[in-house]
C-alpha cells in the first residue's frame, strides 16, 4: 500500500498571531492522509477514518503519492536569523 497526502486550494487560512480579519496567506490546506494501492483507495482509506469530512464544504481534493515517509522539521526562525547575519 502506498501512502498520499491529500490537499485543497479552497478555504482560508491565517498566520500565526494574526490580527487581520482578512486572510492572509494564500496557500494550500491538508485535508489528511490514507493508504491504498492507488490514489482513489487511499482517498477512500482515508474518508473512512475521517468521516467528519462529510460535514465540511470543501468539494474539490487533489491526492499526491508520497514515495517516502519520512518527515524533517525546519523552522523559519532559523533562517532569519542566518539571513540577518549575512546582510550585517
Known amino acids: 500500500m502506498k501512502p498520499y497526502i491529500f490537499i485543497t486550494s479552497e478555504g482560508f487560512t491565517f498566520q500565526p498571531q494574526s490580527d487581520s480579519c482578512e486572510p492572509d496567506i494564500e496557500n494550500c490546506q491538508v485535508i489528511g492522509f490514507g493508504k491504498g494501492n ?24 487533489v491526492g499526491l503519492e508520497l514515495k517516502k515517509e519520512v518527515k524533517e522539521y525546519f523552522y523559519l526562525a ?4 542566518r539571513k540577518e547575519l549575512q546582510t550585517k
Open 38 to 61: 492507488n490514489s482513489k483507495e487511499a482517498f477512500e482509506d482515508m474518508l473512512s477514518s475521517q468521516e467528519y469530512l462529510f460535514e465540511t464544504t470543501f468539494d474539490e481534493i
Open 78 to 81: 532559523d533562517y532569519k536569523n
